[in-house]
């Protein structure tokens, strides 16, 4: 296995030790795919940029495909304006946790991210704001693995490793420094369930690299986000940048200047006043209270069911401050 941190992903790439194991008899073939992957393809994924890049340049280590469709979990593709990009989540709850970690601020969010089989770069090298910064390099999830007695596992009907990946990564940025926190989401939803020896395995491994890199871990369900709250969230992302609408841009503060300033009146109606007030259409005024909401500038629980035809109920920007507390720790920038 090539370890030296002298060498890129992409170097590796065009490496064949990168993907070929010196012992088979610690590792078992993991059945994904009627489809072999062979050399080749792993090289020619890794060139090709897949589970590398930050920001709008990530790109997925995979991919939602009609191919590999899910007749289990609710599979979501879409465009995160806070990223900037397509992004690929293989669960609703994924998708879920991914609204609630967008909403909190965090920066660089990657899903579907590649724990590689062999030594490379810390997930966080080249994110934006850690310029300067420098990170160890990870020992790869081969090693891990051979330390901690658990099998790695091999692309099916191959001798070459499989690439494990997990569904979330995101930065935080806290005033003491950026923490790093992985999430793996796991559809469970009774306390009782039973969990196969091989998930907690594969758990145990996700700990285990999170760990070493000085990374949190966080094992979640489908249920971590309470539906009505992912609803909301959902409601306000389409103008959580006003991407959609930039010329209403300059306008966001007079219109929470002027709803912040009026509480006796419903959401509605403060909305239908600001297009006077702006000299905007009522569409305009959704989008910016759609905006507004979404970055707190008016406080707002998404936790409590929006009544347009009732004033907005308060409490949204304690319960950001106290899950930003609770998930990531410390004060952020």
Same mark, same amino acid.
């Given at each position: 296995?090539? #370890?030296?941190?002298?060498? #890129?992903?992409?170097?590796?790439?065009?490496?064949?030790?990168?993907?070929?194991?010196?012992?088979?008899?610690?590792?078992?073939?993991?059945?994904?795919?009627?489809?072999?992957?062979?050399?080749?393809?792993?090289?020619?994924?890794?060139?090709?940029?897949?589970?590398? $890049?930050?920001?709008?340049?990530?790109?997925?280590?995979?991919?939602?495909?009609?191919?590999?469709?899910?007749?289990?979990?609710?599979?979501?593709?879409?465009?995160?304006?806070?990223? @900037?990009?397509?992004?690929?989540?293989?669960?609703?709850?994924?998708?879920?946790?991914?609204?609630?970690?967008?909403?909190?601020?965090?920066?660089?969010?990657?899903?579907?991210?590649?724990?590689?089989?062999?030594?490379?770069?810390?997930?966080?090298?080249?994110?934006?704001?850690?310029?300067?910064?420098?990170?160890?390099?990870?020992? @790869?999830?081969?090693? /891990?693995?051979?330390? =901690?007695?658990?099998?790695?596992?091999?692309?099916?009907?191959?001798?070459?490793?499989?690439?494990?990946?997990?569904?979330?990564?995101?930065?935080?940025?806290?005033?003491?420094?950026?923490?790093?926190? $992985?999430?793996?989401?796991?559809?469970?939803?009774?306390?009782?369930?039973?969990?196969? /020896?091989?998930?907690?395995?594969?758990?145990?491994?996700?700990?285990?690299?999170?760990?070493?890199?000085?990374?949190?871990?966080?094992?979640?369900?489908?249920?971590?986000?309470?539906?009505?709250? =992912?609803?909301?969230?959902?409601?306000?992302?389409?103008?959580?940048?006003?991407?959609? =609408?930039?010329?209403?841009?300059?306008?966001?503060?007079?219109?929470?200047?002027?709803?912040?300033?009026?509480?006796?009146?419903?959401?509605?109606?403060?909305?239908?006043?600001?297009?006077?007030?702006?000299?905007?259409?009522?569409?305009? =005024?959704?989008?910016?209270?759609?905006?507004?909401?979404?970055?707190?500038?008016?406080? /707002?629980?998404?936790?409590?069911?929006?009544?347009? #035809?009732?004033?907005?109920?308060?409490?949204?920007?304690?319960?950001?401050?106290?899950?930003?507390?609770? /998930?990531?720790?410390?004060?952020?920038?």
């Amino acid at each position: 296995m090539v #370890s030296g941190n002298n060498k #890129s992903l992409r170097q590796c790439a065009d490496d064949e030790s990168m993907v070929t194991t010196q012992s088979t008899n610690s590792l078992v073939r993991k059945p994904r795919s009627s489809k072999v992957m062979t050399q080749k393809k792993l090289s020619e994924q890794i060139r090709s940029g897949f589970g590398q $890049g930050h920001g709008v340049g990530y790109q997925p280590w995979l991919q939602i495909r009609r191919k590999n469709s899910s007749s289990e979990s609710n599979q979501v593709v879409t465009w995160m304006p806070p990223l @900037g990009r397509t992004a690929h989540y293989f669960s609703r709850g994924e998708y879920h946790t991914a609204l609630a970690l967008l909403w909190l601020g965090v920066w660089d969010l990657r899903e579907q991210y590649p724990l590689w089989p062999i030594s490379h770069p810390h997930p966080m090298e080249g994110a934006r704001g850690t310029e300067g910064v420098k990170f160890a390099w990870s020992r @790869g999830l081969l090693a /891990i693995a051979q330390e =901690a007695g658990i099998v790695h596992g091999v692309e099916f009907g191959t001798k070459i490793p499989y690439v494990a990946t997990i569904d979330l990564l995101a930065m935080a940025p806290l005033r003491s420094g950026f923490k790093f926190v $992985g999430f793996s989401s796991k559809p469970i939803i009774e306390h009782d369930e039973e969990v196969k /020896i091989r998930t907690l395995e594969r758990l145990e491994l996700e700990r285990r690299y999170f760990d070493e890199i000085n990374a949190g871990y966080i094992v979640t369900s489908a249920a971590i986000v309470p539906g009505l709250m =992912a609803g909301q969230l959902e409601w306000w992302l389409d103008c959580s940048t006003l991407h959609c =609408a930039p010329e209403l841009i300059p306008l966001v503060d007079r219109f929470t200047d002027h709803f912040n300033n009026t509480n006796d009146l419903s959401i509605a109606e403060l909305v239908t006043e600001s297009t006077g007030l702006l000299s905007i259409t009522l569409d305009s =005024a959704w989008l910016l209270f759609r905006h507004c909401a979404w970055v707190q500038k008016i406080d /707002i629980d998404p936790t409590v069911r929006v009544l347009t #035809s009732h004033p907005a109920k308060v409490g949204g920007v304690a319960l950001r401050s106290a899950l930003r507390q609770k /998930i990531f720790g410390g004060d952020w920038k």
